[in-house]
């Protein structure tokens, strides 16, 4: 069983999959609490289902693009199990995770899309480091910018780590906090091989919007 708060299907908003149509399964459960975080509705509510349940539901919404997010996907048990058996599909499969715990505690061969929290997020003590050494040129590694002094953290952490030659690393702002324009300026003065993301679903629907 996992506990499941929501099940859609919307455009894929965020990572190098933007502007496709997407399956989004959200489990329930985060043990971060990021200071910007935009799904805390996430936290507590939620409806246990079995594995076949979920892929019943997901195999009605005929989409061959699937993304397992939360909340923390990895911090619920059978996970991986889930993730199998989407790929045994023939589905392609995102896992968006905070990075805080082990990406392989689901196939390599989906793609993990981790977050690196930066210091604005007050969740930037719980980065599991380790976790670099184990991305593959298929996953994709994510920074969420609320200052200039994230943007300066960030570019650190890439440089020390040679992210770039790892795998797609992906910046956004944190929506409403930070100006675009300043974000895309300092890519640019950076000379960072990086792609920078809007979050489309919100510019699309309202800001609050769930299920989209």
């Known amino acids: 069983m996992l506990y499941i708060t929501e099940i859609y299907k919307s455009l894929q908003g965020e990572s190098t999959w933007s502007g496709l149509p997407c399956t989004f399964i959200r489990l329930s459960g985060c043990n971060l609490r990021c200071s910007w975080c935009d799904t805390e509705y996430s936290f507590t509510s939620g409806d246990a289902l079995s594995i ?17 997010t939360g909340g923390e996907p990895l911090a619920q048990e059978n996970v991986g199990e889930l993730v199998q058996k989407l790929l045994d599909l023939g589905k392609t499969v995102l896992v968006e995770t905070g ?26 003590h719980k980065n599991e480091l380790k976790n670099i050494a184990k991305l ?40 409403g906090l930070m100006c675009r324009e300043e974000l895309a300026n300092l890519i640019l003065q ?21 299920g989209v």
């Open 52 to 68: 076949d349940q979920i892929i019943a539901q997901v195999e009605e919404l005929n989409c061959d693009l699937v993304e397992v």
């Open 99 to 124: 990075g805080h715990m082990d990406i392989d505690l689901v196939s390599n061969k989906s793609i993990r899309i981790m977050d690196i929290k930066c210091p604005a997020s007050k969740m930037s």
């Open 136 to 175: 593959t040129p298929r996953d994709e590694v994510k920074f969420v910018i609320q200052n200039k002094e994230d943007f300066l953290w960030a570019e650190k952490t890439i440089r020390e780590y040679k992210l770039e030659k790892k795998c797609t690393v992906i910046m956004s702002t944190v929506f």
């Open 190 to 210: 950076s000379g960072l091989n990086i792609r920078m993301q809007i979050q489309l679903h919100k510019l699309i629907w309202s800001e609050d919007t769930k």
